[in-house]
């Protein structure tokens, strides 16, 4: 029996899906296709990153995005980072470090794997777009070695340091998507930039941002049809940062909004790798990325307990479009700009706080978690005051585990499985005695 | 006049005083005095100075305080600097600080900030974005505006206008600061024995508590008592210490690096005061100006920094090669991602250019240095006996 699951585990194509996770894996699979002959095709390829992306750019410029956190964490769940860890610190990185940087040039030193098992091609453009974690700046300092004499374009994206956007920060954004991030795209692509074709593709990415916030909201209702996190990162958020601002990308969220209302008529709770749930037991929320080695084991602890994550900041480090941004046709760049200092990683300690707050209360929360990760400071630093505010300010039980995104020597199936057990029971002895007291 | 023993004990004194009475007495004087804390690495004091504030550095608890409470805020797997900090500031260490300044060094820091500013502690709390954009119409500008922000806080609480000519002034003593100190570190590399790499640590740190007027007296005063001849060289090698210090070394790693047979020549504890390298203008109609200029110009290299077209390997391989060093000591901050994540690229430009180097991993309250210093001997001895 317990062979059998493992075995279910480690094959996803059995997992049940619905047409969107189709729809999604057809696009997904093409454009891994496309970069693989991106050679051959005369395609130029911009190595960036999810936070603060600026696809619709690079996408205008006719350019492939390669993203190396997702390669990276593609590889967790192929199970092949342990492998790749190691050849980094082979080279001298510290076991202390975040594991995705290790993870990224471990699988260069191996060859450039992709997820489909094709070679990535190398970048012709390195886009730093160093926004809400100061990592980022250290991994592609190192990529710079690794690719010697690619350009690099580099977009520092202020933080949000006092919970507002200043004027000053979106003008040096501005500034430097104009003067340097456009003139190396364009010497790299030898395209002219066409500003109305930018403009274009954000109504597009406005469009999907819409559809976005409505299914990610559908978690507001009791049962929610979707789970914000484990669904989030696997379905439902993938698609966003490669194909924003193209047609494709609406027509992937608008059927993912009609099934979405289609559950929600139906009564139906979210799907899981094992079918869908059939009861709501406890509804979190959930801060910190996911571990994604041991990815269906991690979510079948909760799913098997009837725990669904209705809201999770990690679903945000690509944009807080649910707190109204959207890309704006009339002012591409500076909505670029906004875009990038917006996104979760790059609003500050106390920003933090209220939104996990406002989820908290907006979502109907049971309770509220913590999946912190051993070596991302980036969420990790502050985690646990930002747990005590919540459980001041919400009276919500907090929970909190630790894990890793990558390192297979971080995740302790046991101690999670104990931890979230005490957990859930102490949610639910508080739902009992909160129902005795309603009686009364 | 202070005998060279007595500065020096003096400023270790002031040093590790982690209630920062002397720099409170100071602004106890004056109504209109600000204390401005920072955290490592760099801010450009001068402007505090100018604002008649005190820029006090907050490098950590180091081992002279246990922590507690700190450690019930930070899990295992972050560095030590901010538990320190934590613990401080809930042990009131750091009240009669009106603001505090984060620099943009990475994200514990950054998030301390935010830590900081839910506690409500001191009147401002302001993370310090430096640009990593260095064109001064783009990352210049920007970075006049992050000084301008840090003025106008002060400005709220003691309503003092920084003009041209104060600032120009404060710059000049800034300069002047440097000035000493690079002369000190000029006599060490030919004479290290005159003064020991933890003397010199205890001046220098000494320094962020105190008004820089007060400092440059003493750095004058230990640059006198240096150029005559004292103590006994040794048969040591010369080593160069790289860490992107921001968590501070224990005394006694340091101590136990030196009992091992190595000359520290060089070394980036205090990189805050020796950022700049050489003057800032100090003569302009427009000073923040030249601050700006200076950070995007002649900033030394460190892990903060994104470091474009001037690789922080190479800078450090010419470093050791300018103080004549044998070798480097890689001596990074257990979990501190900046810095570790250095060390390869430069572990690689000291391989190409036949630099031996070793390397070791501290936290600030590390208590036992017995394999460190035995690493450190065997380095020592590998390098006399190759050399
Ligand atoms: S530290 Fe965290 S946010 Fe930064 S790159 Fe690593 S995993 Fe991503
Ligand atoms: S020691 Fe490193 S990780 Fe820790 S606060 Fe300092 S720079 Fe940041």
Redesign the pocket.
């Known amino acids: 029996m317990k062979g059998q699951i493992i075995k279910k585990m480690a094959q996803p194509n059995e997992a049940i899906k619905e047409k969107s996770m189709d729809l999604q894996k057809e696009m997904l699979a093409k454009q891994f296709k496309e970069l693989s002959m991106a050679k051959e095709m005369g395609k130029k390829v911009v190595y960036t990153f999810v936070?603060g992306n600026l696809t619709e750019l690079i996408l205008s410029f006719d350019m492939l995005p390669v993203y190396p956190?997702i390669n990276a964490l593609q590889s967790g769940m192929r199970k092949k980072s342990g492998e790749y860890i190691k050849e980094a610190e082979k080279i001298g990185f510290s076991e202390d470090v975040?594991?995705?940087?290790k993870c990224d040039i471990g699988m260069m030193l191996k060859g450039n794997i992709g997820p489909t098992g094709e070679q990535l091609p190398p970048p012709d453009l390195l886009l730093l777009s160093y926004t809400?974690?100061?990592?980022?700046l250290k991994?592609f300092e190192n990529l710079e070695r690794l690719y010697p004499g690619v350009p690099v374009a580099m977009l520092h994206t202020p933080y949000q340091e006092d919970g507002v956007m200043t004027d000053d920060q979106i003008q040096y954004m501005i500034k430097q998507i104009n003067e340097d991030v456009i003139p190396k795209m364009e010497q790299v692509s030898g395209k002219k930039f066409d500003i109305a074709r930018l403009s274009r593709m954000m109504e597009d990415s406005a469009k999907a941002e819409d559809l976005l916030v409505k299914i990610l909201e559908s978690a507001k209702t009791v049962p929610t049809p979707i789970d914000a996190y484990f669904a989030g990162v696997y379905y439902i958020g993938p698609i966003f940062t490669a194909f924003r601002g193209t047609p494709e990308a609406v027509v992937y969220y608008q059927e993912l909004w009609n099934e979405v209302q289609e559950r929600m008529r139906l009564g139906l709770g979210p799907v899981t790798p094992e079918g869908e749930l059939k009861e709501e037991r406890f509804r979190l929320v959930i801060e910190g990325?996911p571990n994604w080695t041991n990815f269906r084991e991690f979510w079948k602890i909760f799913y098997d307990m009837g725990a669904i994550i209705v809201a999770s900041t990690y679903t945000k480090?690509g944009g807080t479009y649910d707190l109204g941004f959207r890309h704006d046709p009339a002012q591409p760049l500076e909505s670029m700009a906004k875009y990038c200092m917006g996104v979760y990683?790059n609003m500050n300690l106390p920003q933090r706080v209220d939104l996990i707050e406002k989820y908290v209360k907006e979502y109907k929360a049971d309770g509220f978690l913590i999946n912190s990760?051993k070596?991302?400071?980036?969420?990790s630093a502050g985690q646990l005051m930002i747990m005590r505010e919540i459980e001041q300010r919400t009276g919500v039980p907090v929970g909190f585990i630790e894990s890793d995104?990558v390192d297979p020597r971080y995740f302790s199936y046991a101690n999670i499985k104990n931890r979230l057990e005490s957990y859930f029971q102490m949610l639910e002895q508080r739902k009992t005695i909160l129902a005795q007291e309603a009686v009364k | 006049m202070r005998s060279m023993e007595e500065i020096i004990k003096w400023c270790e004194e002031i040093a590790f005083d982690l209630n920062f009475l002397h720099a409170k007495k100071w602004k106890a004087e004056d109504k209109s005095r600000v204390l401005v804390g920072y955290l490592p690495i760099y801010i450009p004091r001068e402007i505090i100075h100018a604002a008649n504030g005190l820029a006090v550095g907050i490098m950590g608890a180091g081992d002279r305080k246990q922590i507690i409470k700190g450690d019930a805020y930070y899990q295992s797997y972050i560095c030590h600097l901010p538990r320190g900090i934590i613990e401080m500031a809930l042990d009131k260490n750091l009240n009669d600080f009106d603001g505090f300044l984060f620099p943009a060094i990475c994200?514990c820091v950054r998030n301390l900030s935010g830590m900081f500013k839910l506690s409500k502690k001191g009147q401002f709390q302001r993370y310090f974005d430096y640009p990593q954009n260095f064109d001064p119409k783009i990352g210049g500008v920007f970075y006049m505006e992050e000084i301008k922000k840090v003025l106008s806080d002060i400005h709220k609480i003691n309503g003092v206008e920084v003009t041209p000519e104060k600032l120009n002034h404060s710059i000049g003593l800034y300069n002047k600061n440097r000035q000493l100190i690079e002369a000190i570190y000029n006599v060490r590399q030919e004479f290290p024995w005159r003064l020991s790499a933890v003397d010199t640590y205890h001046i220098l740190r000494a320094g962020l508590c105190m008004t820089v007027e007060e400092h440059n007296d003493i750095l004058a005063q230990v640059l006198k008592f240096i150029q005559v001849e004292q103590g006994e060289p040794m048969d040591n090698i010369r080593v160069v210490i790289s860490g992107s210090f921001c968590e501070q070394p224990p005394i006694g790693m340091l101590k136990s690096i030196e009992m091992a047979g190595c000359y520290i020549v060089d070394d980036d504890f205090m990189q805050g005061s020796r950022w700049i390298i050489g003057d800032v203008a100090d003569n302009t109609a427009d000073p923040i100006n030249a601050l700006m200029e200076a950070y995007l110009e002649k900033s030394t290299f460190a892990s903060c920094v994104y470091d474009v077209g001037n690789p922080k390997g190479k800078r450090l391989v010419k470093q050791a090669r300018e103080r004549n060093a044998d070798g480097v000591v890689f001596c990074a901050a257990s979990f501190c991602?900046p810095a570790l994540l250095d060390r390869p690229e430069m572990q690689k430009e000291c391989d190409a250019a036949g630099l031996p180097h070793i390397n070791f991993q501290f936290h600030e309250n590390t208590g036992q240095f017995k394999v460190i210093k035995e690493q450190a001997g065997t380095f020592s001895d590998s390098i006399k006996l190759w050399a």
């Open positions: 936070p956190e975040c594991t995705y940087v809400g974690c100061f990592t980022f991994w990325p480090v990683t990760i070596s991302c400071n980036s969420f995104l | 994200d991602d």
